[in-house]
């Protein structure tokens, strides 16, 4: 539904902060919680299980899409989304070292459904607030900025975190810190926001209206599952990424775990630089070989190589778990082999699902397969750290690599139909 009387307003004004407020929470809640629950001495079971299922309200996101575009407007939604992620953060923050970690749990897991919120609500914005022409010319521009994000959340975070508790000799101090500074990040970009963001007149939904969300709603849920190749395809949604899924909760434990319990013995300065900052770095430079090469190439040409590059670059940590280097320098280039890898090959994944949803509702037939795409490292993750518990760090990354075959094998059978 289409919002009416958008002022005039500058996309440089809110574009830039606008999709860098977007990925910050998603980092926060998914990154940020693994590495606080581990400093507050969480096993790894629990851990991977509860930072699994945090993280889904960005699988279901889709089944409430319908109400924002039905209730108030989307710049409504925007704004009281970030103050509500602000808040919560915030509270996270003032929670941590309480003896249970159950009210920490409930925050995450509001700040998770505030920001898959705001994730509808901003994308929806901007499709509504630019032609298409400058929808056009800012796409380089959001993507950028939210990958700011991811090295800001991974990356610089919990650099801080780390740096706090070299000076407090606390962790629960340092997160502490940390989280509050990102909640004043969120509140003073939430004002900007409440100043720049273009605004609309009042939605006036009718009761038709919304029914006829609603209609449209299920009918690309049953349009979706009535394709042509549906089942092939949401197999590989769910299983192209196994390996990195159910490795992906275990490596901040792998970084931290002392010598004696398989682990590497680092501290989330050197997590925060290897993985949050050079990682993410070789990422974006692998997504972006990885589109270009597509582009040149095709789908079904690059479908295998892209597959490879996912899956066997895991076995950098295979190698750290058996020979235990101690070189930062070292643990850090093979954490660069893997990134780099996985961003190449993560490219095939997210133009199968593009390819995949072409179509008259391929907006939300995309969305459908967002949320496999969420599902797909959730329930792997849920499991890791049982795995892990029960194998030690060693069979586990064997495993890890034995999940390589199915990545290969949904590749495959997949590539028939690019």
Known sequence: MKERGLKHCSPWAWVPSLYFVEGLPYFIVNTISVVMFKDM????????????????????????????????????????MQLLMALTVALIGLSAGLSTFTLSLILFTIAAFASATHDIAADGFYMI??????????VGIRNTFYRIAMVFGQGVLVMLAGLLQRRSGSAVAAWRGTLLAAAAILAVLTLWHSLTLPRSEKKENSP????????????????FFTKKGVWMAVAFMLLY??????????LYPFFSDCAELGGLGFDKQAYGLVYGTAGVVALLAGGILGGWHISRK???AC??????????????????????????????AMIVLDQFGYGYGFTAYTVYMMRFAEGPLKTSHYAICTGFMALSM??????????QQALGYVGFFILVMICCLVT??????????C
């Open 41 to 80: 001495g969480m096993d790894n079971g629990t851990l991977a299980l509860i930072t699994s299922l945090i993280g889904l309200p960005w699988m279901i996101k889709p089944l409430w899409s319908p109400f924002v575009d039905i209730f108030r407007s989307k710049r409504w939604w925007i704004v009281s």
């Open 303 to 332: 479908m295998m190589p892209m597959a490879l590059s996912l899956a066997l670059p895991c076995v950098v940590y295979l190698l750290m778990a058996l020979f235990k280097p101690s070189s930062l320098l070292v643990v850090g």
């Open 378 to 387: 959730i329930l792997p993750g849920a499991v890791a750290g049982y795995l």
């Open 129 to 138: 607030a630019l032609d298409p022409r400058r929808q056009s010319a800012f």
């Open 298 to 300: 095709g789908l079904k």
């Open 208 to 223: 038709s209206g919304a029914k006829g969300t609603l209609k449209e709603f299920a009918g690309a849920f049953v349009s």
């Open 408 to 417: 290969i094998s949904v590749s495959l059978l997949a590539r028939r139909r």
């Open 241 to 250: 990424r196994l390996p990195e899924a159910l490795s992906v909760k275990m």
